[in-house]
């Protein structure tokens, strides 16, 4: 019926009606509600609460644009009131408009400042633009309304999370939980927030106390599994991943996730499998890209990891680890014109743990002249990068420059043996002196456009103290066998360390019996311990070893070294003894594939795995090599 045809309506029975519609949309009658408001509207189409209610009805059965229109007339009529802008807000952010939406959450805050609903609602439009500084001084306005409110302040947390104040988040999460001990939220917002912190152990407990509460949410499975992961236990991070999945079996990111379990677990036909499903499902997912190519890597298939680092750029053209992943293919395939500059990436991985130095004196990146003038080097990572390529310095030093080569205070005078010219400087004991230029040691190579044909390799550029020397041949006493040092673990917090480690357990079995074995390396882990005890043919020395120059005074009366790959490896090498590595199936980009030789040192030899995990066969031809 159109409004020419209705009966007319005294403004007192069209009051009714209105109140009657409220009345009925307040108990959830929507479409005797709905009928009423339009009746009014057929006498008075400017009626605001029927307009306005309209619209919220049309929210509320999901018909978002009507909605919209209908609250957009409302305000057009009246300007004052904020219910309407708020719930205008609201229809905004449920059809994905955040930006409109904080435009009415303004109007509605000017009209009500002290409304702490609204400022959390322009909070979560600001959190869906990606804006965590600002959604949280609107968290925190709603706080400093209404302390008790649990959402803000889980919303809160995320936001802090967002801005990386895990603290702070974890500390919002509590308050929450406090206050409402089943808000699952709160509960895997703690366990990602103890994620972040490196509190895996505890993360783990969190999400167990969520999925007690609620126990159908794969994500949480998810996340669950990923603190299995970095807790070293892929079989169980597997078996959580496949619950996520039977909750969401066709999600990319559980799919992902799971690929990622399985390749921990060396399944990696099933983790390709699992990865090239969720590319399926979702073609531009960067993540997956990324799992991709690691799997591919740690199959040895570097060109088509390579390749999938290459799709991940694609994507994300900034994505730091997939720039440095398909540098570490190149590198390990000998294409060092191409790989070296990826491997500059380096200083954007979140992962990566030195920091950039932040000097005012320009990197030198080997297109300057340096006769006469003073770069500063400086040490980056490990004490076997320091030792590795400072060699550069000599390059330098014959290039005419003064050289300042800033080293771990422990490699301090190590490092004085290398050269008379080189002013070797201990890292963070006082001011530096005045230099024109600097370079990380490990962009040394890139500067000197090193090939793996033209490393500079001499045959020990590096000296044990011999006064060390001495003292250490006083100790071990006249040679009456071959002395082997032995080195089979290295740093345990190392993120490869899994691979590169052997337990002295399995080396001892397969080496021969005559040759006295030393022990170069302070750190024991306990199960080794143990070993060592039954195993009086291996002297242990650690407590003689205070520093790295006792370390390399020991080397210096060894008749052979072997190790795996870790700083006193690189020792070895530089000080020109005959030393024997031994590689794990996929290793460090420097090593190259393939050969059983070094450019890098010229009395080093490298004995590879041809099974990932398996150091029966490169232990066998160590052997061989003791016996010729």
């Known amino acids: 019926m159109n409004a020419a045809a209705a009966p007319a309506l005294t403004p007192q029975a069209i009051d009714d009606l209105v109140d009657q519609s409220i009345a009925a949309l307040e108990r959830g009658l929507l479409d005797q509600a709905k009928s009423g408001f339009q ?6 189409p400017q009626q605001f609460d029927s307009l306005h209610l309209l619209g919220v009805i049309a929210m509320r059965q999901g ?8 609250i957009s007339q409302a305000v057009g009529i009246y300007q004052d009131v904020p219910e309407a802008y708020t719930n205008l807000g609201i229809a905004c952010m449920e059809s994905k408009q955040p ?52 959402a803000a302040l889980v919303n809160r947390g995320h936001t802090l999370a967002m801005l990386q104040r895990h603290d702070q988040a974890f500390a919002d999460y509590e308050r929450a939980i406090a206050l409402q001990p089943k808000r699952v939220t709160a509960w895997v917002g703690k366990a990602d927030a103890l994620m972040t912190l490196k509190r895996y152990d505890e993360a783990l407990t969190q999400y167990d106390w969520a999925l007690s509460l609620q126990s159908d949410q794969f994500q949480v499975w998810t996340h669950r599994g990923n603190a299995l992961l970095k807790l070293k236990r892929p079989l169980d991070a597997i078996t959580s991943h496949e619950q996520a999945l039977k909750l969401s079996p066709q999600h990319p990111a559980v799919l992902t996730n799971l690929a990622g379990a399985l390749r921990e677990a060396e399944r990696w036909d099933e983790a ?11 073609p531009q997912l960067a993540e997956a890209h990324m799992n991709r190519a690691s799997i591919l890597m740690d199959m040895g298939r570097l060109p088509l990891a390579r390749e999938a680092f290459a799709q991940v750029i694609a994507l994300q053209p900034e994505h730091a680890d997939a720039q440095w992943g398909q540098g570490w293919c190149d590198m390990l395939m000998g294409d060092w014109i191409r790989g070296l500059p990826q491997l500059e990436w380096r200083w954007k991985k979140d992962s990566f743990t030195s920091k950039p130095r932040d000097f005012t004196q320009p990197l030198w990146t080997g297109d300057v002249d340096l006769k006469g003038r003073t770069i500063l080097l400086h040490a980056e990572q490990g004490l076997g ?19 300042l080569l800033e080293v771990q205070p422990t490699l301090k005078s190590l490092m004085a043996t290398l050269h008379p010219d080189v002013q070797v400087l201990g890292r963070n004991e006082g001011p530096l002196p005045a230099f024109d230029y600097h370079c990380p040691l490990m962009s ?19 000296r044990a103290d011999p006064q060390r020397v001495q003292t250490w041949s006083q100790r071990l006493g006249p040679r009456t066998q071959p002395r082997i040092g032995l080195v089979w673990s290295g740093n345990a917090a190392h993120s490869n360390d899994h691979n590169r480690s052997i337990a002295l357990a399995t080396m001892l079995a397969a080496l021969p019996k005559g040759p006295q074995y030393f022990c170069l390396q302070r750190d024991i882990r306990g199960s080794d311990l143990a070993t060592l005890n039954v195993h009086p043919e291996v002297t242990m020395l650690t407590d003689a070893l205070q520093t790295m120059d006792d370390t390399a005074a020991l080397i ?12 006193i490896a690189h020792l070895a090498g530089a000080l020109g003894k005959p030393t024997s590595i031994l590689l794990s199936k996929m290793p460090d980009w420097r090593w190259l594939l393939g050969r059983v030789d070094t450019p890098w040192y010229g009395t080093t030899r490298l004995y590879r795995q041809n099974t990932w995990g398996s150091w029966a066969e490169p232990l066998r031809e160590v052997v061989q090599t003791l016996a010729r």
């Open 272 to 282: 390709l499998a699992r990865i090239d499903q969720a590319l399926s499902l979702a």
């Open 99 to 150: 930006e409109q939406a904080i435009a009415h959450f303004d109007q509605a805050l000017t009209l009500e400042p002290s409304n702490a609903e609204l400022h959390f609602a322009k909070g979560n439009a600001l959190m869906a633009l990606q804006r965590p500084a600002d959604a949280l001084t609107c968290f925190n306005q709603t706080l400093a309304l209404q302390p008790a409110h649990i």
């Open 63 to 70: 018909d978002l644009s009507q909605a919209i229109a209908l």
């Open 444 to 462: 040394l190579p890139l500067a000197f456009k090193t090939m793996p044909d033209s490393v500079p390799a001499p045959d020990a550029y590096l």
């Open 556 to 567: 210096e009366l060894m008749d052979q070294v072997i190790s795996v790959d870790t700083s």
């Open 39 to 44: 009746t009014v509207l057929q006498h008075d």
């Open 385 to 403: 990068d320091t030792i590795q390529f400072c060699r550069y310095a000599l390059l330098l030093i014959e290039q005419g420059a003064h050289v």
